[in-house]
């Protein structure tokens, strides 16, 4: 299986995967896709491409087990971020246990691992039946995963019991990860002659109020009671921008920031917030005019440590549970009434141009998925 694995893996990274949305070098999922595709009608299991629009794809299959409706949801994402910096990042380069490429760690070898347990699967009992996924746009705005839960999921005989992405955890079960919402505040003011100011309204000005709010929030969270696995939440202003000129009185700016959300935390408090940088910036001087608003959000995840992580988590080595700081699909399976986690192997440079993943802990994860699988004849 060893040999296999590697092998799924090498074609998975040798096939361009990275998000068009975030690169230009990108041409979307649809060729990984198939490949995925063939993998499973190879092994006799019905599979399906699902076009989630143009040439951005995601891909299912099915295997029935012996007790038809106990399902396990399995995830892997196809793209990858882009390759910017990277010397052949579509071939897999072997240092002793490290197999560097684009996407072996986030998350290829995920994937590869899932197209592995169908192969064993295919030829051997399966105690529960098996949901194989495959998205899209993960690493953007998890229109795959939107998808998946629109259209996939709800054709499933019943609904799983349990959603394993296996994003990468070095092999520790990720029971919990950050949310994060998105906030915009506008200023407007009147534009004027720089050697006028009298006659305009300076809406760069108020900006500095806005981010000594954000400075203070930022303190307060620090200060709060960390959560087990995921510490404190955080903000941070990620864009300002605002006037056309240096000479001119400028008529708008803007500043953008991001708050990480922790799972006890309530809409409330984060809509408190906003108010708070909005009313910071409305009492700076001047006659400027403020509008203040999120643009978008992303839930938080975490599910219950209940007898079943905890038999995951045996299996996986017995290493204690952790939290991702990043945000990941699980939240939207777990949001759909999938309780969802993380497992995946070790290695390093998600994002970064030096990514590998640790062969050894590649097949350690797939052990681990097999033995759970197979556990649960007992
Ligand atoms: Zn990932």
């Not at 595709?37 to 076009?51: A, E, K, M, R």
């Not at 988590?313 to 699909?329: C, H, I, K, L, P």
């Amino acid at each position: 299986m060893q040999d296999q694995l590697i092998q799924t893996l090498t074609d998975l990274v040798r096939i361009n995967s990275v998000n068009p949305d975030l690169s230009n070098d990108g041409q979307g999922e649809r060729e990984i896709a198939e490949y995925v595709q063939g993998h499973f009608q190879g092994l006799g299991i019905p599979s399906n491409v699902h076009t989630v629009k143009g040439d951005r794809c995601n891909t299912t299959a099915f295997i029935i087990g012996d007790d038809p409706n106990r399902i396990l949801l399995m995830n892997g994402h196809l793209d990858t971020v882009g390759i910017e910096g990277m010397n052949k990042p579509f071939t897999i380069r072997k240092d002793g246990d490290k197999l560097y490429g684009r996407g072996t760690y986030d998350m290829l070898a995920g994937c590869a691992i899932q197209m592995g347990l169908a192969t064993y699967f295919s030829k051997n009992p399966c105690p529960i039946s098996l949901a194989f996924t495959f998205v899209a746009d993960e690493e953007n705005l998890s229109i795959g995963m939107e998808h998946l839960v629109s259209h996939f999921l709800p054709t499933l005989p019943t609904k799983p019991f349990l959603g394993i992405f296996m994003e990468p955890t070095e092999e520790a079960i990720g029971i919990s990860h950050k949310g994060y919402t998105w906030f915009e505040l506008t200023i407007k003011g009147l534009a004027a002659h720089g050697s006028r100011p009298e006659e305009g309204i300076n809406a760069i000005f108020p900006l500095s109020s806005g981010l000594k709010e954000l400075e203070t929030i930022n303190a307060e969270l620090a200060k709060e009671k960390a959560h087990p696995y995921l510490g404190n939440a955080t903000l941070h202003p990620g864009m300002i921008s605002g006037g056309t000129a240096q000479s001119v009185i400028a008529a708008e700016a803007k500043l953008n920031w991001e708050r990480r959300t922790l799972p006890d935390e309530s809409q409330e408090k984060i809509d408190q917030e906003l108010k708070r940088v909005i009313t910071a910036v409305e009492n700076a001087p001047g006659n400027h005019k403020v509008i203040g608003k999120q643009v978008y959000q992303r839930p938080p995840n975490e599910v219950d440590d209940e007898p079943l992580i905890q038999k995951l988590r045996e299996v996986a080595g017995g290493q204690d549970y952790n939290g991702m700081s990043y945000w990941a699909d699980s939240a939207l399976a777990t949001g759909a009434g999938i309780p969802s986690i993380l497992f995946g192997p070790a290695g390093h440079g998600a994002h970064a141009k030096d990514e590998w993943v640790s062969e050894s802990s590649l097949l350690n994860c797939y052990q681990a998925m097999k033995s759970f699988i197979i556990g649960f004849n007992s």
